[in-house]
């Protein structure tokens, strides 16, 4: 089967952002008062083919562990589609 | 004592620590490309600074995965000495032979200029011939030196006087204002637990001479060359 993910991998709640304590207190000075806290991340758009969802999930997950995210300061996470 | 200097697809500080091994400390020294499985017979590896893989996905995280780093393992596996400058800390990291890992300077500026960095251990093959206490002034080049790791590590690193190198004001003062990138307890430079591999951001290969205005990272250099003949 052939699916869709799309991971999102940011920097943990614990380690400073300033990419996007910056980017929020220019959309402040902007006059978005709205605006009350920005993290910034990565997206990957990934197509994989796999045998199931579980197959795929592992596969995702073990992608994640040794490359698309550093387990020292960001976290991930993902959602799978089947493509049709 | 023999040298080698890895060179990365993005690699551009290597003909710098090539001709500041060569020509100043005058070892024997040879480039081994990323592609080779094994290492020359040396006693030094030293990974040098640039944008291998032009930074993509993060900072030393593709270069990790270059088939020469497993010889490199194996190498600082053995006890014997490993430096990585700059994106050379940053692949030490990704790569695990390190603790911790970079964030984006605090500033989100690329930082190009002289720092001065403090020496806090001297009992390491990198920093034999320096005082401790002692400030060099090396420069930095970076736009992700903003070292980080959590409390455990940051603790372990202490108690196994593992943090080799601090910025700090000329007179060794530390404080915010001599941090240029807002690295973690002003951390500039750190060994692993064996003492055996150093990671420092600033550029010692920049500072070997005199004509290049400052020679203080010589002192670097020649602790390794005294430590290893």
């Known amino acids: ?84 | 004592m023999k040298a080698a200097v890895i060179v990365f697809p993005g690699s551009n500080c290597d003909t710098d620590c090539f001709h500041a091994l060569r020509d100043t400390v005058k070892v024997a020294v040879e480039y081994v490309w990323h592609k080779e499985r094994n290492l020359p017979k040396v006693d030094l590896v030293v990974i040098p600074g640039g944008f291998s893989y032009g930074d993509y996905l993060r900072t030393g995280a593709i270069a990790r995965f270059s088939p020469v780093m497993e010889s490199v393992t194996k190498h600082a596996g053995e006890g014997r000495a490993v430096i990585g400058i700059c994106n050379g800390f940053q692949i030490l990291l990704e790569a695990g032979l390190l603790p911790g890992a970079m964030l984006r300077n605090k500033t989100l500026e690329f930082i190009c200029r002289h720092t001065w960095i403090r020496t806090e251990e001297n009992l390491t093959i990198f920093t034999g011939k320096i005082e401790v206490g002692e400030t060099l002034c090396i420069p930095i080049a970076h736009g992700e030196g903003n070292y980080y790791c959590d409390e455990e590590t940051l603790k372990a690193l202490h108690d196994n006087s593992q943090v080799v190198f601090r910025y700090a004001s000329r007179e060794g003062k530390l404080g915010d204002r001599f941090n240029p990138n807002g690295s973690l307890d002003h951390i500039a430079g750190i060994v692993n637990k064996k003492k055996n591999v150093l990671g420092m951001m600033p550029h010692p290969e920049r500072a070997s001479e005199e004509l290049l205005g400052s020679s203080d990272g010589s002192k670097i250099w020649n602790s390794i060359l005294s430590a290893l003949g």
């Not at chain 1, 220019?26 to 197959?55: H, N």
């Open chain 1, 1 to 84: 089967m052939r699916f869709k993910a799309v991971i999102h991998t940011s920097l943990k709640k614990s380690v400073l952002d300033p990419q996007g304590q910056t980017t929020l207190h220019a959309l402040g000075s902007m006059g978005f008062k709205e605006a009350k806290s920005l993290r910034i991340g990565k997206a990957f758009e990934l197509a994989l083919e796999a045998e199931d969802r579980e197959k795929a999930e592992s596969c995702i997950h073990a992608m994640c562990d040794k490359l698309l995210h550093n387990p020292v300061i960001e976290e991930y996470t993902f959602e799978l589609q089947p493509l049709a």
